[in-house]
């Protein structure tokens, strides 16, 4: 009994051991060749398995995709949702406004460094697949629900600007954390990761919180 499980227990490790080569290889073929023009065959050969592997594990191209995206955003493989882990908590622990908005721009600029890229290649082939069409519009909501929870804590810390809508601030939020606005950024203006962040936190500070609470508007 004792050695059935640890056969089980070697097969499960050799499994995910096999997923994360999958995975890995899959980011690196979505990344240099783009979604249509990145293959199964291409991917399967990469990892050192089998194209039907390669099926068994994820079935689809674009369900391929979604994994390597969801464990990019994450930085790991396990199952826990964004704003379960303990960032968000040191986040709403963290000292006023600042110290919450410095959190955040950490891990917003890590994500967007590891994702950016193949969130991208999502939105860029969404409009002739209608796989990565759901998968684009799952990423933009799923992006809206981290903005909206910034949002939230960030009025907890701080009073909101009082002329724009809790709406509006949400939507400041999910575009600044617009991975095309990232890639733009860095890629193409040469901007550091670090200067990302200070950017992100410096712009959503200014952009949303009141400088002086309890001001009347004209």
């Known amino acids: 009994m004792e050695r059935r499980g640890y056969r089980s227990s070697r097969r499960e490790e050799q499994a995910r051991l096999t997923r ?15 979604f249509a023009r990145a293959t199964m065959r291409a991917i ?18 674009g369900r ?39 959190v955040v721009a950490d891990v917003v600029g890590a994500a967007q460094q590891r994702s950016a890229g193949l969130v991208l290649a999502a939105f860029e082939a ?28 960030l009025s907890r810390k701080a009073s909101l600007r009082a002329d724009g809508t809790a709406e509006e601030a949400v939507d400041t939020v999910w575009i600044l ?12 203006r040469g901007w550091t990761v670090p200067r990302y962040q200070r ?3 410096g712009s959503v500070g200014r952009l949303l919180i009141d400088t002086q609470p309890g001001r009347r508007t004209p």
């Not at 994360?20 to 783009?34: D, I, M, Q």
């Not at 790991?76 to 949702?81: G, L, Q």
Request: hydrophobic share 50%; charged share 25%.
């Open 20 to 34: 994360r080569r999958v995975l890995e290889a899959a980011s690196a073929e979505f990344l240099e060749r783009g």
């Open 44 to 61: 399967a050969a990469r990892a050192g398995v089998s194209v039907p592997t390669v099926e068994l594990l994820f079935g689809t191209k």
């Open 64 to 102: 391929l995709l979604k994994a390597a995206i969801d464990v990019a955003i994450a930085g790991d493989h396990e199952p826990v949702p964004v704003l379960d882990r303990s960032w968000a908590e040191a986040a709403v622990r963290a000292e006023g406004p600042d110290g919450f908005l410095a």
């Open 126 to 153: 969404a409009g002739a697949d209608s796989e990565l069409a759901e998968l684009a519009a799952e990423l933009a909501a799923q992006r809206g629900t981290t903005a909206a929870w910034i949002v939230d804590q």
């Open 177 to 188: 954390m617009d991975p095309a606005v990232f890639d733009r950024l860095t890629r193409r």
């Open 199 to 201: 950017w992100f936190a």
